[in-house]
């Protein structure tokens, strides 16, 4: 009898530090390509059409998941593993198999920030060797009794200190950990007993960069500035409570452009410069009481708010 496996069966775990944590997804995929080396047979002597191939190694595996980031700290440990460029292991559950993806590394992480949708961040990544098991190791992290999804319906803008953004259209935010592979080709790859190919072993990172674009109804003059700060706060404000995403950036370089779709727009692409110990002294997933008068910009609603969530300014 066929036993089909359905991804909407999967069950999501994450091993780090020998802990094992159930995360909720929405969406998975995940992957590896073995080599092929093919060799030319045709000579003079030999007019052989069909090449022979030779396969000793395979490519590193890849995958790409996006994660709702609840309010509870399940998540966390995605995020953090982010900011650290740590190494994890990914097990994927289904009612007949075990998938697991070792040695992994997350090279992308997008911060998904859209329209009253639920708050998300969507990660892709490497990893040693994808296989099947029969166990998930680890001692299991408790879940939270409840999972609260984040709407985005607040976001705080901050361009050198001050509200800067009057008609938000939309914000996305992205960090790249550009990695590469040390060679695993080697002579002890090529000595492997036959029926064995060789894995990555592991990776280097070469450069990091986090990025961003700022859309904005209202239309200014073009401007840059090559070293000024910028604060962005997004999630759910609720009763003075904030529960999302929290970047405080010290050093930042910004162009804008002009669009000229539909609605004219102006959209800002910034780039962080400064270099931090630690990405996590930037970047936190927070939940935190609004301080002090800091003025709120209620993302889409367009209201200014202050501590209170009272009206500073009409709104737009």
């Known amino acids: 009898m066929t036993l089909y496996n359905f991804k909407k069966d999967t069950v999501f775990y994450v091993v780090s530090n020998n802990i094992r944590y159930n995360i909720d997804i929405s969406e998975i995929n995940f992957t590896q390509d073995i080599k092929e080396i093919r060799r030319d047979v045709k000579t003079i002597q030999s ?13 590193p595996a890849n995958f790409s998941i996006t994660f709702p980031a609840l309010r509870e700290s399940d998540f966390e440990v995605i995020f953090d593993r982010a900011l650290d460029v740590g190494t994890f292991d990914i097990y994927i559950e289904n009612k007949h198999r075990i998938f697991k993806l070792e040695y992994c590394v997350i090279t992308n992480a997008t911060f998904v920030l859209e329209k009253m949708r639920p708050l998300s961040m969507s990660v892709s990544g490497e990893g040693r060797k994808l296989s099947q098991v029969t166990d998930i190791p680890g001692t299991v992290r408790a879940r939270s009794s ?8 607040y976001l705080n803008i901050l361009l050198n200190g001050i509200p800067a953004f009057e008609k938000l259209n939309s914000v996305s935010i992205e960090l790249q950990n550009n990695i590469k592979w040390n060679p695993y080709k080697t002579l002890a790859a090529v000595c492997l007993p036959p029926g064995e190919i060789a894995y990555p072993l592991d990776f280097v990172l070469e450069k990091r960069i986090l990025a961003g674009t700022i859309t904005d109804y209202n239309i200014e003059g073009i401007v840059w500035d090559s070293d000024t700060t910028l604060y962005i706060e997004a999630g759910q404000n609720v009763n003075g409570t904030i529960y999302g995403f929290e970047f405080d950036l010290g ?15 102006q959209s800002y692409d910034w780039r962080l410069t400064q270099n931090p110990a630690s990405l996590s002294q930037l ?19 367009f ?5 209170d969530g009272l009206p500073l300014l009409d709104s737009f």
């Open 283 to 301: 970047i936190r997933y927070i939940t935190t009481n609004v301080e002090g008068d800091r003025a709120i910009l209620d993302f889409w609603g």
């Open 303 to 307: 209201a200014i708010l202050d501590s």
């Open 47 to 59: 007019d052989e059409m069909f090449m022979p191939v030779l396969i000793d190694a395979a490519s």
């Open 251 to 265: 050093n930042v370089t910004f162009t804008s452009r002009l669009n000229t779709g539909d609605i004219y727009s």
């Open 146 to 153: 409840t999972r609260t999804y984040n709407q985005v319906s």
